[in-house]
């Protein structure tokens, strides 16, 4: 035999160069990776962060008015404003500085204007006859009722209100010398009148769809319901205050009565007499001097405060306090917004001025996310997840906590429902099973871990919800029957012939037995309560439970994978040893290898989690997609993967809708990276820990 030595200066240039670049190669791709993940964390909160920007405002040049005369009423239309004269001049004024259209000479002159919800109809009291106006966005006049002056029977009008019923149809609430009269007329000129027990008033305004009528006289408010023909009295409240002015948000919902205290938000809430106003919030900072402005947005329940000091306080009905405050020079008589509410267009003696405002997104807030809101008609505060609805004015909620508790609440149950199974699976095949037997086991688990997260879904939403709730009352009896059922095999075993105690030959008395015991305990109750699910009043036929035993079941195979291993990595120099001081199988198992393979079972168990957390589909087709943050074991859910899936196609790039999605992604991979962290973390120090003990030992 010949040996052949290597010499100590040898040096293989082509191997080095190869180990080098490998090397280098390989570092590459790790710097690549964490480049990666570094620039997708950068660009979801560059996606997010628009949300909490505050708002702007950009103070434009004023341009001087020709017409001096006060102004009734003016408008923004956002290119063009227009303006209605004390001397009955109507004219288009464009934004820009350019030339100004010749006016519409209006006689008689109005004495007060009045608008509808929708912006897009004015109602001119020309010293008690009634006319409609209808301004349109490419700069003309339009009369719907013709240009001539209608008269009322009752007499001439002192205050009034407009409310568009439906295209072409308007309903008018106006103040007689005879009383309130209710005047429901359209372009077919056919009109419809009725009273109400109504004299003297203060204020009156009609709700956007005409059906309701709001009326103050002194501190008393009174909520009229209106009819085709007639009206009653829904309800009547005593005010703390006389207000100063009524205001109603998109939409009619929400009014706003203005007094000296500040600006409060009533709406209707339901109640055993119906519908019932009632005092919502009082916002902060609000307090109204004689002469204070209050403006509305048209689109958006955004509202804004002016004294006559010039003080500007923007609004939304969701924040408690001003979002914006703002000090302009004084003496401002009128202001409007432009339809998107991205101006305001204020007016001085003489003047106009345009001011710009950044406010893109006035209902997002980070309190928006996490606490109670009370929204319009819900009856108290709650957590509220409904991006969309069918109407125009609907107000987004985008409450985060529905879809939070959701993922948390399946992926703690599924957790609690795959562990015992995957680790006592990972502890008999590691430990009691035979290694013959052992070969085909493990793959056998490991395959199911290859079956698609949709499969899952679609199985258990199809077939497996329908039934659970047949034979609702043995799944929830399973787990005690089969746990028993293990006790009493345990007890039995020792009694067992010598030759079925061997390794391996107790899977083939058990597994028949588990069987036979898990179809009983599913079947038997059917019998004496069919369909248990439907006697549970709030009984989802997919629901949390099903969303657990699902993913449970999918959680299975990589927790089983990972404990095993982590198990059978134990050195066998260690059981060996326990053994061989008189410890049985099971003390050795729980004393000695366990302790040294739970740093790997910690992390088995952490990357379950995470799994858990993540997943889309299974959460997606199994748990019914109802965003609540209450409710139990028999009730849906929403996941945040989940919502991000259905809602995403649906979400329009740039508004909040879709940066709050975004937001629900990076609290995603936030949550995961401080998981597995967490996780990290624990297991190198079990790992230390255990390290040190075998060395000692």
Known sequence: MSVNHIPVQFSDRKRRAVDRLTR?????????????????????????????????????????????????????????????????????????????????????????????????????????????????????????????????????????????????????????????RVLTLGTDRQASVFSLPQDQLDLLVLSPSGDLLYTTEGSLLRVWQLDDDRAHLRETHTLPQRPQSLHLLVGGRSLLIQDRTGVTQWFAVASEQGPRLQRIRTFADSRSDDGTLLVTESQRRVFA???PQGLLRLFASKQPGPILERQLAPGIVQAQFSPQGDSLLIERAGSWQRLRLDNP?????????????????????????????????YQAKFSLMPMVTGTLKA????????????????????????????????????????????????????????????????????????????????????????????????????????????????????????????????????????????????????????????LFSVPAALGQGSLALGATPWQTLTRVVLPGASAGIFAALMIGLGRAVGETMILLMATGNTPQSEGGLFSGLRALSANIAIEMPEAVAGSAHYRVLFLSALMLLIFTLVINTVAELIRQRLRQRYSQQEEQA
């Open 411 to 566: 992926a703690s149950l599924a957790l609690l429902f795959a562990t015992p199974l995957s680790l006592a699976a990972a502890m008999y095949t590691a430990w009691f099973m035979s290694p013959g037997l052992r070969r085909w086991v493990k793959p056998a688990i490991e395959m199911m871990g290859a079956l698609p997260s949709v499969v899952v879904g679609l199985i258990a939403g199809i077939w497996l919800a329908p039934h659970i709730g047949q034979a609702l009352v043995g799944v929830l009896l399973l787990p005690l029957t089969l746990a028993g059922t293990l006790l009493l095999c345990g007890i039995l075993s020792a009694r067992l012939p010598s030759r079925w105690r061997r390794p391996g030959r107790e899977v083939l008395i058990l597994l028949p037995l588990l069987l036979l015991v898990t179809l009983l305990t599913l079947w038997l109750p059917t019998l004496f309560i069919p369909d248990a699910g439907d006697w549970l009043p709030h009984y989802e036929q997919r629901n949390l439970l099903v969303a657990a035993l699902a993913m449970g079941f999918a959680l299975v195979p990589l927790i089983f994978t990972l404990s095993e291993d982590a």
């Open 305 to 307: 405060t002016i004294s």
């Open 361 to 393: 997104w006035p209902d997002v807030t980070w309190r928006s996310f996490w606490q109670k809101i009370w929204y319009e008609n819900y009856p108290g505060p709650d957590w509220v997840w409904q991006s969309t609805a069918a109407g125009d004015s």
């Open 24 to 180: 280098r190669l390989i570092t590459c791709c790790g710097v690549a990776i964490l480049l990666l993940m570094l620039l997708l964390f950068c660009w979801l909160i560059g996606v997010v962060l628009p949300l909490f920007s505050a708002p702007g405002v950009q103070v434009m040049p004023s341009q001087q008015l020709w017409d001096r005369a006060p102004a009734v009423a003016t408008g923004n239309l956002g290119r063009i404003g227009w303006r209605i004269s004390s001397q009955g001049a109507a004219r288009f004024i464009p934004l820009d500085g350019q030339p100004a259209e010749p006016a519409l000479a209006l006689t008689p002159p109005p004495d007060e204007v009045v608008r509808s919800s929708d912006e897009q109809t004015l109602l001119l009291n020309m010293q008690g006859a009634l006319t409609l106006l209808q301004p349109t966005t490419d700069g003309q006049w339009h009369f719907p009722l013709g240009d001539k002056p209608f008269h009322l029977p009752e007499g001439a009008v002192t205050k009034m209100a407009l409310a568009t019923r439906q295209a072409g149809q308007w309903r008018i609430a106006a103040i007689t010398g005879a009383g309130l």
